[in-house]
């Protein structure tokens, strides 16, 4: 029979004590314990959370799990209005705070839930009107250089973001176009290497990924940025627009999408080479907001469910597990 050398090239490691910073996949002997033990990533689960005041479909948001931000979006009522609403959550309840001067739709966003950037949209005609965020309130700010909606975002605060894609909504005129923020301006930097609107973003202002699109038919195309330039990576595994994510270029969660009945499932994580499907929501929703720092921790919000939008928040979580394969 091959043992494990043979086959693998490589014996288990053979420690005292478990190791203090395991990869995936990782295995070895605990001589203090006789077990040997591996290192896995669990599955992770969706648990509905708190509702917020108001549901509407195609909003954008920013921060943490326990501290977000929500703002614009499409209200189911009063006749689909494009809306003007900011609800801020804590962890346990929304709040609702002061509102965005422009209501819009299909916007992009970036921040926290004290720093955020509003930019982009549908008012209903596409914009390229910018809002600042400090906690309290929401100030006019230097516009976009391309007005455009159905763009996507990313970034840490209201003076470093990052504007991405987007387009002219259902007259499928679409974009590549990047631009920085800074505090004060936008700056027009190297496009995205294939034009499309309809697409999510997670990231900073220097490290970013773009997945995604409704537009053209590139829905499950994803590039990283890298400051200087998008370069292309692995697909997503669903071909979905109109997502959200959580997280980093390097570790983020993709969930909902359009259309919100396809198969496989609308959540899938990524590892910084790869994309997995993980657990559905148990709302399936297009165009839910989302916050969160990694694929392991993540809040859905709002959205999109074939009729009016919904309120319902989700939260995700998953994380490592030690696992005990044997004893001796």
């Known amino acids: 029979m091959a043992t494990y050398k043979e086959i693998h090239g490589t014996n288990i490691e053979v420690v ?56 614009g979006g499409r209200q189911g009522s009063p006749g689909f209005a494009w809306s003007t609403l900011t609800e801020s959550y804590n962890g346990s309840a929304w709040t609702a705070v002061n509102v965005l001067n422009t209501g819009r739709a299909k916007l992009g966003g970036a921040g926290t839930n004290t720093s955020s950037l509003a930019f982009g949209g549908s008012t209903p005609g596409k914009t390229a009107a910018t809002e600042s965020w400090n906690g309290s309130n929401w100030t ?136 997995t499907n993980v657990t559905s929501l148990g709302t399936k929703r297009y165009g839910p907001g989302g916050a969160g720092v990694s694929n392991s921790s993540a809040l859905c919000f709002a959205g999109n469910i074939g009729g009016p939008p919904t309120a319902t928040t989700e939260k995700w979580n998953a994380g490592p597990a030690t696992v005990n394969f044997a004893t001796s």
């Open 140 to 275: 006019n700010v230097n516009s976009l250089n391309s007005p455009r909606e159905t763009l996507a975002g990313s970034g840490v605060s209201n003076t470093s973001s990052l504007a991405f894609g987007g387009g002219d909504g259902n007259a499928g005129t679409t974009t590549g176009a990047t631009e920085t923020w800074n505090g004060s301006n936008w700056s027009t930097v190297n496009p995205l290497n294939v034009a499309r609107q309809g697409l999510a973003g997670v990231g900073t202002q220097t490290a970013a990924l773009a997945f995604g699109s409704t537009q053209p038919v590139t829905y499950h195309y994803a590039e990283l940025w890298n400051g200087s330039n998008w370069t292309a990576v692995n697909p997503t595994n669903s071909d979905l627009g109109l997502r959200a994510g959580s997280g980093t270029s390097t570790n983020a969660l993709a969930f909902g999408g359009q259309p919100y009945t396809a198969p496989p499932t609308g959540v899938e994580s990524w590892n910084g080479t790869n994309w």
């Open 16 to 71: 005292s004590s478990d190791p203090s910073n395991p990869v995936e996949g990782q295995l070895w002997y605990n001589t203090s314990t006789n077990k040997v033990k591996g290192f896995l990533i669990s599955a992770g689960s969706w648990a509905t959370s708190d509702v917020m005041n108001t549901g509407r479909g195609q909003l954008a948001g920013g921060g943490t799990q326990t501290a977000a931000l929500a703002f």
